[in-house]
């Protein structure tokens, strides 16, 4: 035992950067055990310490300001060439932000922001590409597989993140990009780098040096096994915004989402497909999302959800087998457990069917996370399909929210949602009666047919 840990020790959870003074077994903040690693306490604050509040107070006591005395020019945000970044961004970069981009080993993290630097290059605008893990040569080399850049795209290796502030400092580039996070380090800080005193002490400084410069940064970060970027609590607070790229359930795409964003919505989604050279953005997810859908198979429904500002089809497959023990066994891939229960109790009271007799599994297809409830519906025939044994034919599509007493509830949206489904060649939508009153039906082509549920139980009808 240390008799001086108190003060020169501190503990720290690696899996999601809780503190705490003393070592603990289990980490309060997110459970996970023996997570805890020591690390020596910076020995000077570093005036970046406090964030950006610090360029105030260096040049004396800030003086609050009115809103009127605020200047604000017009927004300017770069273009990052790529639809599907952009919107996820909520319209482009903007200046002199952080952006914090996580993501497994592998996925694309590095071709995607190498790719985004290019595309602003190409636009003119100066940009620095600091790399802690590949050298010039490898960055070169994944450089000509998407097609060479212009001169206005630069390259530095190097680790010590005071030294790429003053690089910054010196070159002011407009964008720069720090691959990854991790293996940057402060020589103020003695822990090693990856460690969460020194990603969170060299994102705080980036912070400010973006700020202050108005640079906009992207930083990568790795994920932890956990799958959130290694102290995600001390970088999140950090940044401005935070983006999570990650593979559909076939490996096949990449789907770029946003977990928190000071500049935009948190709801949109990128989709891409890593390609031989390069990534290339997928502008009709739907079509993706349905690709390789089974013809009349029981269990697999399609519906539509909405992620952000836009209608996306995707499959929803239901298994219903015998329980070969007592507890029946539930599954949910890509929706809530808890809402999968929920909807299975439901069937059980209102729909008469024993679920306690089956085990039920549940999958949305292509790898998107259901977090709205207008799937509900779409579950429940899923599952009733499986149970019947009898096929949905796969030109239906069917949305809505289902209530605890078996009642579907009008969704949000409907109109979007039909002409999404009707663009992709559906002709029948099952859909909550209560939405069908206050339906537009010109914008709906004659050959397609509504149909109106008002409870559970008119599902049933259909499957004769
Ligand atoms: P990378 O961007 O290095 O991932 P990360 O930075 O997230 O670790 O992407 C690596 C993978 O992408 C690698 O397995 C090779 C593949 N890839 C392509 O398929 N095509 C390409 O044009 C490039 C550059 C990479
Ligand atoms: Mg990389």
Redesign the pocket.
């Known amino acids: 035992m240390r008799n001086q840990s108190k003060d020169k020790y501190i503990y720290f959870c690696s899996e999601c950067g809780y503190e705490s003074k003393k070592w603990m077994g289990q980490c309060p903040a997110c459970h996970s055990w023996n997570s805890f690693s020591e690390e020596p306490v910076i020995k000077t604050v570093s005036k970046s310490a406090s964030g950006i509040g610090a360029l105030d107070s260096l040049k004396g006591l800030p003086k609050p300001k009115k809103l009127s005395e605020i200047e604000t020019d017009k927004e300017e945000r770069y273009d990052t060439g790529f639809k599907e970044l952009s919107r996820v961004l909520g319209g482009g970069i903007v200046p002199g932000s952080l952006i914090l981009v996580g ?1 497994d ?7 995607l922001l190498l790719q985004t630097a290019r595309n602003l290059a190409a636009n003119g605008r100066k940009v620095l590409y600091v790399s802690g893990e590949e050298s010039l040569r490898q960055i070169k080399l ?1 450089a000509d ?2 097609g060479g850049a212009s001169d206005e795209l630069r390259f530095i290796t190097e680790t010590n993140i005071d030294i790429i502030i003053s690089v910054l400092e010196k070159e002011k580039p407009e964008l720069c990009i720090i691959d990854s996070v991790q293996t940057m380090y402060t020589e103020e800080a003695q822990s090693a780098p990856g460690s969460v005193t020194q990603v969170r002490e060299c994102s705080q400084r980036m912070m400010v040096c973006a700020k202050t410069n108005n640079i906009a940064c992207f930083l990568v970060g790795h994920v932890t096994k956990e799958g959130t970027v290694a102290g995600p609590r001390v970088l999140e607070h950090i940044v401005d915004t935070v983006l999570y790229f990650e593979s559909g359930n076939n490996g096949a795409y990449r789907i770029l989402r946003s977990a928190k964003n000071r500049f935009g919505s948190t709801n949109e989604i990128g989709v891409f497909e ?5 990534l290339s953005e997928v502008e009709n997810p739907s079509e993706y999302m349905l690709s390789g859908r089974p013809e009349n198979a029981s269990g697999a429904v399609v519906t539509c959800l909405l992620e952000g500002t836009r209608p996306v089809l995707c499959e929803i497959q239901g298994l219903l087998t015998d329980t070969a023990f007592g507890m029946a066994r539930r599954q949910a891939l890509g929706l809530d457990y808890n809402r999968l229960n929920l909807l299975l109790a439901v069937m059980e009271k209102r729909g008469g069917i024993a679920m306690s007799r089956f085990d039920a599994y549940v999958n949305i297809a292509g790898g998107l996370k259901i977090n709205e409830p207008a799937a509900d519906l779409a579950v429940i025939m899923a599952v009733l399909s499986s149970y019947k044994n009898v096929s949905v034919p796969s030109d239906t599509i069917v949305f809505g929210e289902v209530g605890l007493s078996g009642e579907v509830r009008a969704v949000q949206q409907v109109s979007e949602r039909i002409k999404e489904a009707v663009k992709l060649g559906f002709r029948r939508i099952i859909m909550p009666k209560l939405n069908m009153s206050k339906l537009n039906r010109d914008i709906i082509p004659k050959e397609v047919e509504l149909i109106g549920i008002r409870y559970i139980g008119d599902l049933y009808g259909l499957f004769k």
Do not use: V
């Open positions: 993501g080993p592998g996925i694309g993290k590095s071709t994944r597989r998407i890593m390609l031989e050279d390069g």
